[in-house]
């Protein structure tokens, strides 16, 4: 009796054992903002040159923006004049969110490969801004159920868009401002606009014009997580350093301890 009813749970637990593999949760994909009268102005590509003048223009119109980084595409997120614009947006109150390393085509790539693109550009920005961002925004858009189980397991949110300024599709900036015209004069609740910070009249012609006519339409230019009425980081702690002088006062904070090994001061750090 006592040994047939060790086979039934021996058996029983074989049966667990050899059912079909977990499934993954699968991230939560947002196109559209929530919170009614909203525009979430995005900005992919950077940091490039035109950080400052965009996040200038925002501020001055009493709005914030959204920066969707990479590590290394235009180039190096370790560079100094980066570093520097990448904390700039941060300390202006926008918000700072992951566009992958270097920008490839995430739905082509293996579970290992999605997870390199977005552990490195997310290690960047907790050693620059101390941040762990909340929001990601894969290259081109593109993503597969793999890149949403990986968004996922990382505790991030996928978020893709439902205007497009049409900037990094080589329209000319007379026709961004006109896209821009068309959609506040049809005045859906909210927009989530893509914009480059990569394309030279972004910046200069697009964004100004933009921010006019929104304004004027009555909308209010947050940021993405406020959009959406949800946090833009996962976690907020201490950034590190460039200076050594000044590292043993960040430790305490530091999102890396020494045991690790992995705490490094960023000059040490490259692409
Ligand atoms: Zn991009």
Not at 179 to 195: E, F, G, K
Request: contains cysteine.
């Amino acid at each position: 009796m006592f040994a047939s009813l060790l086979v039934t749970v021996a058996l029983a637990l074989a049966g667990c054992v050899s059912a079909a593999p977990q499934k993954r949760a699968l991230a939560q994909v947002y196109s559209k903002c929530t919170v009614p009268n909203t525009v979430a102005l995005t900005f992919d590509d950077g940091p490039h040159v035109s950080l400052h003048a965009i996040s200038d223009a925002l501020s001055a119109a009493g709005g914030k923006g959204t920066f969707f980084f990479n590590g290394n595409n235009f180039g190096c997120i370790y560079d100094d004049a980066n570093i520097e614009r990448v904390k700039y947006a941060y300390n202006k109150g926008h918000q700072v969110a992951s566009h992958t390393w270097g920008h490839k085509d995430l739905s082509t790539l293996s579970w290992d490969q999605i997870h390199d693109e977005m552990w490195r550009v997310e290690q960047a920005l907790q050693r620059i801004c101390g941040v762990q961002p909340a929001f990601m925004r894969p290259p081109f858009g593109n993503y597969n159920n793999l890149v949403r189980e990986a968004s996922a397991v990382r505790g991030q949110k996928i978020a893709i868009w439902d205007f497009d300024s049409g900037d990094s599709l080589g329209v000319s900036a007379q026709e961004s401002k006109n896209r821009y015209d068309t959609v506040v004069r049809d005045h859906p609740s909210t927009i989530l606009a893509l914009n480059h910070e990569t394309v030279p009249t972004t910046p200069t012609q697009v964004l100004p014009h933009a921010i006019q006519k929104l304004k004027g339409a009555g909308y209010k230019l947050v940021t993405l997580a406020e959009c959406l009425n949800q946090q833009p980081y996962q976690w907020v702690g201490a950034p590190q350093t460039k200076d050594v002088s000044n590292l043993f006062s960040s430790l305490s904070h530091a999102p890396y301890s020494f045991e690790t090994g992995e705490l490094e001061v960023l000059k040490a750090s490259s692409c």
